[in-house]
């Protein structure tokens, strides 16, 4: 766990570019790529003391930081394993067989939809459609995206993610599979 | 083969990258338009090329940009709208990761015909690996001059940044993008005024989506006429159709508008005909959004003319027997597919999407999913049936943003036309719970697995 909540330099670096991108005045607008950068920075989730932190560097009220990071799907208000498996359960992956994929994967996990594993692996999410129709069934985890899954592709999945034992985060380097 | 203005060169090894893509002519339409052509020519070609809004609406291009104010001493923006998250929509993320510098030409010369200094491309926060490749095309354009300052000694500036979202689908209408922008929530904003008044910052603004703002590259290119000349009366040019769901070539394909629907389903060109050779049952054409059709009213228009992939044809007899060309998220569904448990799904999805300041959408949504939920679970009556109708009548045309009208129309259609599907779902009562939310897992056609009840 870290235990300090603040930046390091290069990350205040890439915060104070981000900043730089609009007009003198309007930091508020970097509220969402910084509370992206934080939740990959403090093991995923944010906390109320890192949406303060947030909030102090952008001279923004606590509050305008916990409305934002309340309304988007992508921010984790509650601590989540390293690997959080986001499965896409709308339209095309549900046609697909998104159901089979997230039964699946509550039987080989030992948990429901929402929970994290005890050993703070894998977290299980649903989600609304996440733009890959034409892939389904999909999930993601991390930034990167699984497609045209089968549940002999979920098992190596999962197989895979607890051999690397690594955090995923949105900012992980992707492999391009297929469109 | 219909021409490809958008995908010509997407198989081209190396095409993301700027070398490439220069050698392939790419930056083309930024030299002429700068060096060659005041802003408002730019404007006028593509007012001339008919363009219309390729993220759902349908607006045409050429007229909203012709509304944006310019007042003395106030910067305007353009900003491109990739925050892609119609159900069943996945093209811009294809366009975006196989072509970043088609999009980033097509800003420039945008930016340019409006007189905008700064520029931003919204995209959804799930598509953080497209944000990587637009950042790493957006450097390598710096470098080349493309952008920055006096952009190939024209004496034009512009800057050019991505913004990722945080997950939601209301991102996508364009004053709650501009909310986000500004790091807010998504909560639409009430217009008049609109963005091209008063948008980002205040300031005026024009929101295009990304397919959109690619097209103005071959529109400035080969000029409009050249554009219009393709396609059938108001629907010119080519679009990107996202097909999906139980077809046997699911993927992206650049039609030229005008293509027949049946065509499109069943040539090995396009989708290649149904999954498993099983029977079609219904497609939703342009995004989870429009209205569903059965399989006789998306081949053919209640007149009996076959039905084509134009705004105006799949837009034919009105929401009574017709759809719309929306997204291009085309969801094909086999004669397996349970109809009252798809729209159990999509309302879920609004509901879920809701950004919670209209009571009539909030509410509605929530309420339309319970009683949906109920009719699948087997605990449904004929009045739920009706209830849901009157419900999402409600909802339509009464909320600040068409999210509301969104829910409604997949409820409003599913009812119209399979509603003798809801009442089987009534009659049996908690023995539906047997029927699979899908048949083919037990490999029954839908009369089979009813009657077996």
């Known amino acids: 766990m870290t235990t300090e ?42 906390s109320p003391e890192v949406m303060d932190y947030v909030a102090s560097i952008l001279n923004l009220q606590p509050i305008e930081v916990y409305e934002v990071a309340s309304f988007y799907s992508m921010y984790n208000l509650k601590p989540v394993g390293k690997c959080l498996l986001e499965v896409c359960r709308t339209s ?25 594993t005890t050993d703070g692996m894998f977290t299980l999410k649903t989600v609304e459609c996440l733009g890959s129709c034409g892939t389904a069934p999909m999930l993601m985890c991390g930034a990167q995206f699984h497609e045209n899954l089968t549940l002999e592709k979920v098992d190596a999945l999962l197989d895979n993610l607890r051999r690397e034992n690594k955090r995923k985060t949105y900012f992980d380097d992707v492999v391009i599979e297929s469109y | 083969m219909g021409r490809k203005l958008l995908t010509e060169h997407i198989n081209v090894p190396g095409i993301q990258g700027y070398e ?36 759902g609406a349908g607006f045409p291009t050429g007229m909203k940009w012709s509304f944006l104010a310019k007042p003395e001493g106030v910067p305007r923006y353009l900003v491109c709208n990739a925050d892609e998250s119609e159900p069943g929509t996945f093209k811009d993320r294809y366009l975006m990761s196989r072509l970043p510098h088609l999009l980033i030409e097509g800003m420039i010369t945008s930016s340019y015909a409006l007189g905008a200094n700064t520029s931003y491309i919204y995209v959804r926060g799930e598509y953080y690996y497209v944000i990587a490749i637009l950042e790493k095309a957006i450097a ?49 904003r009430i217009k008049p005024p609109f963005p091209a008044i008063a948008g980002l910052y205040g300031c005026p603004t024009v929101v295009n989506n990304v397919e959109t703002i690619a097209a103005v590259v071959p529109i400035v290119n080969q000029g409009g006429d050249a554009y219009a000349a393709i396609g059938i009366g108001k629907s010119t040019g080519t679009k990107l159709i996202s ?33 498993n050779d099983k029977k079609l049952k219904a497609v939703v054409a342009g995004g989870s959004s429009v209205p569903i059709l059965p399989t006789d009213l998306i081949l053919k228009t209640a007149a009996g003319e076959p039905r084509l992939m134009t705004y105006e044809s799949l837009a034919d007899g009105g ?52 009683i949906l939920h109920k009719i699948v679970d087997g605990h449904g009556s004929l009045e739920d049936i009706d209830l849901l109708w009157e419900l999402q009548r409600k909802i339509e045309g009464n909320t600040i943003c068409p999210l509301g009208d969104a829910a409604a129309w997949p409820v409003a259609s599913a009812i119209r036309h399979f509603r003798a599907e809801f009442e089987e779902y009534v009659k049996h009562g908690e023995k539906i719970k047997d029927v699979k939310y ?10 089979a697995a009813y009657s077996s009840l």
């Open chain 1, 5 to 46: 909540i603040k930046f390091n330099a290069e990350t205040m670096a890439t915060v104070q570019q981000i900043i730089a991108r609009y007009p003198a005045g309007k930091q508020k607008s970097a509220l969402l790529p910084v509370l992206h950068i934080a939740q990959a920075e403090f093991d995923g989730w944010l």
């Open chain 1, 92 to 116: 095309s992956c549900w046609l697909r067989g998104a159901e089979d994929v997230v039964k699946h994967i509550e039987k080989r996990l030992g948990i429901k939809e929402g929970e994290t």
């Open chain 2, 20 to 55: 490439v893509y220069r050698k392939m002519g790419g930056y083309a339409s930024v030299e002429k338009a700068v060096k060659t052509m005041k802003p408002e020519e730019v404007v006028e070609e593509v007012k001339k090329s008919g363009l219309r809004g390729r993220g």
């Open chain 2, 140 to 188: 390598e354009a710096y470098a080349a001059g493309w952008l920055g300052k006096n952009i190939q000694g024209s004496g034009y500036d512009l800057d050019l940044y991505v913004q990722p979202g945080g997950g939601a689908y209301i991102c996508g209408e364009e004053t709650a993008l501009l909310e986000s922008l500004e790091g807010k929530r998504g909560n639409p």
């Open chain 2, 243 to 275: 097909a999906s769901g139980h077809i046997k070539k699911p993927g992206i394909y650049e039609i030229e508008l005008g293509v027949p629907v049946e065509e499109f389903i069943y040539s090995d060109e396009y989708c290649g005909g149904i999954l």
């Open chain 2, 319 to 370: 929401f009574a027997t017709g759809t719309m060309l929306g997204s291009g998220g085309f969801i094909v569904m086999d004669e397996t597919v349970s109809i009252p448990k798809n729209l159990w799904n999509f309302t879920r999805f609004y509901h879920h999407e809701s950004c919670g300041q209209c009571s009539p959408c909030r509410e509605g949504t929530g309420w339309m999913e319970k």
């Open chain 2, 438 to 447: 899908y048949f083919h897992t037990n490999n029954m056609d839908p009369a």
